[in-house]
């Protein structure tokens, strides 16, 4: 299992696997050409193709290969063998002749494939265990925490990296709270709502507060997020806003200090990474379930840890996020990651605590464990059809597009 660094990467909207990926994967290209006058052809391919221009993979594309002038072929109705998200950069000397070409894929929350495997960052550890059912019998029979499991594998570096993921997160509600910007970019014209939720907050009490409030700050950073701002994948920039929002909220409203929040981000990024690792978190092989859903789950880990459970709690917290996340399907609107997705960030939040607030007031024993659970996602996802996950071409994606239609 990769380390927790490979979960959050700091980057900018509005898509980990359609904007983050691919211009990582433009930037390493540019990286092997020696020829600086070449022209260059980028093929997208299934899924890349179907919802990139919403998704803005075109425009992040360009820069990655600037200032090299390319050209972006769209292929919506070809898929390559590896992954729906697959592209092909080819670069051409002045006679036209092909002088460099490469296959590859972006698989979730930033993270590259080729025909050779997967693209890796030679700074990132590796774990020893990749199922949360062996690190949980780790920290069992270690008397240790999830969080310190995470510690003892990872480098020296990674407090400084989830600090400043933690950094980055912050910034991101504040702004999205605080936006004067009424509509996000798009064909959907779409209101942004985290403000007027925020406000809305203040003048209620228990937990119609608690709600608006955790609301409101996934609201601000899936908002941020639509708009192409920088946010923190978590796993991935269509479920940006449900880790952020829970954690400010403790640190907030809960006197979780810093310390306590960044133990909890370790903690969150393990079920992340095993999910990644184990099953996907991309939405054009498994659906949103792989997003949201462990977005859901590596948050409501965090929280029940922030609640004071132990390791067995924390695994069937997160264990009933996933569960309950099972078939959720990825069907963007107009192929924007706006409708369902940022309302989606605002209830898996929500979900997420009350998952922990029910394990904590449990023994821990369940039937289910998480790992069956992301078994489970992962073969559902891929039983999915196609126009169910991420190709905007079923769903409410479908519906929406038929009533547009009708209405003009």
């Known amino acids: 299992m990769k380390s927790v660094q490979h979960i959050y990467k700091i980057g900018t909207g509005p898509s980990s696997s359609h904007s983050i990926?691919?211009?990582?994967?433009?930037?390493?290209?540019?990286?092997?050409?020696?020829?600086k006058n070449c022209k260059v052809a980028v093929e997208l391919y299934g899924s890349l193709a179907a919802t990139g221009k919403a998704h803005l993979t075109?425009?992040?594309?360009?820069?990655?290969?600037?200032?090299?002038?390319?050209e972006i072929i769209w292929k919506k109705d070809e898929i390559l063998p590896l992954h729906p998200n697959g592209m092909v950069f080819r670069a051409f000397d002045n006679n036209g002749r092909t002088i460099c070409s490469w296959r590859v894929y972006s698989v979730g929350g930033g993270e590259l494939l080729d025909d050779n495997g997967p693209i890796q960052q030679s700074s990132y550890c590796m774990y020893q265990f990749s199922s949360i059912s062996e690190i949980l019998a780790w920290c069992i029979e270690n008397n240790r925490s999830f969080w310190e499991y995470c510690s003892s594998n990872e480098t020296e570096d990674i407090w400084e990296h989830l600090r400043q993921v933690w950094l980055v997160m912050c910034d991101a509600i504040g702004r999205g709270l605080s936006s004067k910007q009424e509509y996000l970019p798009g064909s959907l014209r779409l209101k942004r709502k985290a403000p007027a939720m925020f406000s809305c907050a203040h003048g209620r009490t228990d937990i119609y507060r608690d709600f608006n409030l955790l609301s409101a700050y996934a609201l601000a950073v899936a908002e941020e997020n639509a708009a192409g701002h920088k946010i923190v994948t978590a796993p991935t920039c269509g479920s940006s806003g449900v880790l952020p929002s829970v954690l400010y909220y403790f640190h907030k409203h809960n006197d979780a200090g810093t310390d306590q929040i960044?133990?909890?981000?370790?903690?969150?990024?393990?079920?992340g990474s095993s999910v990644a690792e184990r099953a996907s978190i991309s939405g054009a092989q498994v659906g949103c379930q792989g997003e949201i859903g462990t977005a859901s789950a590596m948050s409501a880990g965090a929280a029940a840890q922030l609640l004071g459970a132990d390791c067995k709690r924390i695994e069937y917290a997160a264990e009933m996020a996933l569960e309950h996340s099972l078939g959720l399907t990825c069907d963007p609107v107009n192929g924007l990651v706006q409708i369902p997705c940022i309302e989606r960030n605002a209830f898996a939040a929500m979900r997420a605590v009350e998952c922990a607030t029910y394990a904590i007031s449990t023994s821990g024993e369940h039937i289910v464990s998480f790992d069956d659970v992301v078994d489970a996602m992962n073969k559902t996802g891929r039983d999915l059809q196609a126009k169910y996950r991420e190709t905007a071409a079923g769903g409410l994606a479908e519906i929406?597009?038929?009533?547009?239609?009708d209405r003009q």
Do not use: V
């Open 21 to 35: 990926g691919p211009r990582r994967a433009a930037e390493l290209f540019a990286e092997r050409l020696t020829d």
């Open 262 to 271: 960044l133990r909890a981000l370790a903690t969150a990024g393990l079920f």
């Open 400 to 405: 929406m597009r038929l009533r547009l239609i």
């Open 58 to 70: 075109d425009k992040a594309i360009i820069e990655g290969l600037s200032p090299l002038e390319a």
